[in-house]
Structure formats: structure tokens, C-alpha cells
């Protein structure tokens, strides 16, 4: 089974960008789709965008053109690259396959890497 891990996160400031990386660390994605999802303190997982093998991608409203998905099927990654960033986008940044043709809620998604700590500070 695939196991998706994170890289990526940091420290910085607002306005900043960051990419995050995920990748498969067995097997391959190329059955999945693999989406990226965050978790503030104190709230539910929030999904953000998710990207599929055959080229469909899936965004969250609040992303707004800030954050953009992408995959590299012969690398086995999945980047999301965070452009202008906010104090209020400070959490921990996970990845996670799913099956599922599309789709943008958790509970579609089987396998969770363990993330990756995004803080932005103002």
C-alpha cells in the first residue's frame, strides 16, 4: 500500500511562499488521486486541493489562486505551492490518497502521511 510523506513546511513570514512536497514513499501514486488537506488548531481537517492522474484537479474555495497543486507522475510527488501566505494559514499541511474519482472530503481518503508544520508569522 502507498504511504504518502510530507516535506516542506517551515517558518516564515507573511507573504512568503513555501512548496510542499509529497511523496510516495512505497509504490506509486499513479492509481490515486492525492490531495492535500490542513488542520488548524483547534478545527476539523479543511480540505485544499486534490490532483488526479488524469489531469483533473480540485481546489477548496478559500484557496483563491493563492495556492496551486501539481504532479510529478514519474517522481511520484505531489506539490502544493503556497504563494502569499497569512498568519491564519498556520497548521499542519497532510497529504492522502483516495480512490475515489473525485473528491474533496476526507472521509475519501484512506491513507494519511503524518504532515508537515506550515507557521507564518505576521
Known amino acids: 500500500q502507498v504511504q504518502p510523506v510530507e516535506s516542506g513546511g517551515g517558518l516564515v513570514q507573511a507573504g512568503d511562499s513555501l512548496r510542499l512536497s509529497c511523496e510516495a514513499s512505497?509504490?506509486?501514486?499513479?492509481?490515486?488521486?492525492v490531495g492535500w488537506f490542513r488542520q488548524l488548531p483547534g478545527r476539523e481537517r479543511e480540505f485544499i486541493a486534490a490532483?488526479?492522474?488524469?489531469?483533473?484537479?480540485a481546489y477548496a474555495d478559500f484557496v483563491k489562486g493563492r495556492f496551486t497543486i501539481s504532479r510529478d507522475n514519474s517522481k511520484n510527488i505531489v506539490y502544493l505551492q503556497l504563494n502569499s501566505l497569512k498568519p491564519e494559514d498556520t497548521a499542519l499541511y497532510s497529504c492522502a490518497t483516495t480512490r475515489s474519482a473525485w473528491s474533496k472530503h476526507p472521509r475519501d481518503y484512506a491513507t494519511w502521511g503524518q504532515g508537515t508544520q506550515v507557521t507564518v508569522s505576521s
Open positions: 512505497r509504490g506509486t501514486f499513479n492509481i490515486y488521486g
Open positions: 490532483a488526479w492522474g488524469s489531469g483533473v484537479t
